[in-house]
């Protein structure tokens, strides 16, 4: 029952949308897409003034134009301060901020946020993880709250 509850949490969650900006292809397949690195953007959802991008791979192919490939963990992150901060909420230590399914059903790519209070800084983790095994790749990117 568990399982299931974490399946469709994901699910759920996955639909949390960034906007595209843009890819670049990596290598070519003949038959559907090309594998490619895609550059995505979102904001904070619970601070308002910051926004991250994320590229990710993606994986091409008969499978990956049909949603069934499974991508590598490799990504990248970088958060930025685009306004003023406020924040909309009380903050949790890594709080899920961003998620994206990357494989049908078993593995996503997450972002979540930390605050370093000592420093007056946000931390954003971007990682893989699976049901059973995750990925030790990971990237980070920091915030330091700074009046506008």
Same mark, same amino acid.
């Given at each position: 029952? +568990?399982?299931?509850?974490?399946?469709?949490?994901?699910?759920?969650?996955?639909?949390?949308?960034?906007?595209?900006?843009? *890819?670049?292809?990596?290598?070519? +397949?003949?038959?559907? @897409?090309?594998? =490619?690195? %895609?550059?995505?953007?979102?904001?904070?959802? !619970?601070?308002?003034? %910051?926004?991250?991008?994320?590229?990710?791979? *993606? &994986?091409?192919?008969? +499978?990956?134009?049909?949603?069934?490939?499974?991508?590598?963990?490799? @990504?990248?992150? @970088?958060?930025?301060?685009?306004?003023?901060?406020?924040?909309?909420? !009380?903050? #949790?230590?890594?709080?899920?901020?961003? &998620? #994206? #399914?990357?494989?049908?059903?078993? #593995?996503?790519?997450?972002?979540?946020?930390?605050?370093?209070? !000592?420093?007056?800084?946000?931390?954003?983790?971007?990682?893989?993880? +699976?049901?059973?095994?995750? =990925?030790? *790749?990971?990237?980070? =990117? &920091? %915030?330091?709250?700074? !009046?506008?």
């Amino acid at each position: 029952m +568990k399982f299931i509850a974490s399946c469709l949490l994901v699910l759920i969650l996955s639909s949390v949308s960034a906007e595209e900006i843009g *890819k670049v292809d990596t290598a070519f +397949k003949l038959l559907g @897409a090309n594998h =490619s690195i %895609v550059i995505e953007a979102f904001d904070d959802p !619970k601070v308002t003034g %910051v926004a991250c991008h994320l590229s990710r791979a *993606k &994986t091409g192919g008969i +499978k990956g134009s049909l949603g069934l490939a499974e991508d590598t963990s490799d @990504a990248s992150i @970088a958060c930025r301060q685009v306004g003023p901060i406020e924040f909309n909420d !009380k903050l #949790k230590q890594g709080e899920r901020v961003f &998620t #994206k #399914k990357t494989s049908l059903i078993f #593995k996503s790519m997450q972002v979540v946020r930390f605050y370093d209070a !000592k420093r007056n800084t946000l931390v954003y983790l971007v990682y893989s993880d +699976k049901v059973i095994d995750g =990925s030790p *790749k990971n990237a980070i =990117s &920091t %915030v330091p709250i700074q !009046k506008w």
